[in-house]
Structure formats: structure tokens, C-alpha cells
């Protein structure tokens, strides 16, 4: 699973998300989980294993027939 987004609302999604999936990759465009979240939440994420963060990056592109295939951007 992957959740889009830095703040409050995209980290609560990735953490319920954990407790469901195998494994949720958070992408979030800025390089710092703190500037845009709670501090509680951020580090819970850090402490979460199958939570996957990915700082400075972006989505660039969905495509998909069947399947959904997601294209990042590494900054």
C-alpha cells in the first residue's frame, strides 16, 4: 500500500494501514516527517517496521490496468 502526504491525516492513514497490510510505504515530498506532523505520530511511524518512509519524494505518474503501477521522484 502507499499513502501520499507529510501531515496528520497521511500519517494516521499509514499507521491503521500498517495493522492491515504487509507493508505501506508513506511518501512525502519534504525531507523532514516533523515539519508538517505531529511529533507523536512522526516518531510512532519511525518505530512502526512495516512502515516504509520515503522522504523527499513525489509521485510522478499512475498507470495501471489491472494492476496499479506508481512512478516516484527521488529529489
Same mark, same amino acid.
Given at each position: 500500500?502507499?499513502? !501520499? /502526504? %507529510?501531515? =496528520? +491525516?497521511? !500519517?494516521?492513514?499509514?499507521?491503521? $494501514?500498517? %495493522?492491515?497490510?504487509?507493508? #505501506? @510505504? $508513506? #511518501? ?7 515539519? =508538517?506532523? @505531529? +511529533? ?7 518505530? &512502526? ?6 522522504? @523527499? &519524494?513525489?509521485? #510522478?505518474? $499512475?498507470? /495501471?490496468? /489491472? ?9
Amino acid at each position: 500500500m502507499v499513502v !501520499g /502526504g %507529510g501531515g =496528520n +491525516s497521511a !500519517g494516521q492513514a499509514a499507521v491503521y $494501514l500498517a %495493522g492491515q497490510a504487509r507493508k #505501506v @510505504s $508513506l #511518501v512525502v515530498r519534504a525531507d523532514d516527517l516533523y515539519k =508538517n506532523m @505531529s +511529533s507523536y505520530l512522526a516518531h510512532r511511524i519511525e518505530q &512502526t517496521p512495516n512502515i516504509e518512509l520515503l522522504l @523527499s &519524494t513525489e509521485v #510522478v505518474r $499512475l498507470r /495501471g490496468d /489491472g494492476h496499479l503501477r506508481i512512478y516516484l521522484r527521488i529529489r
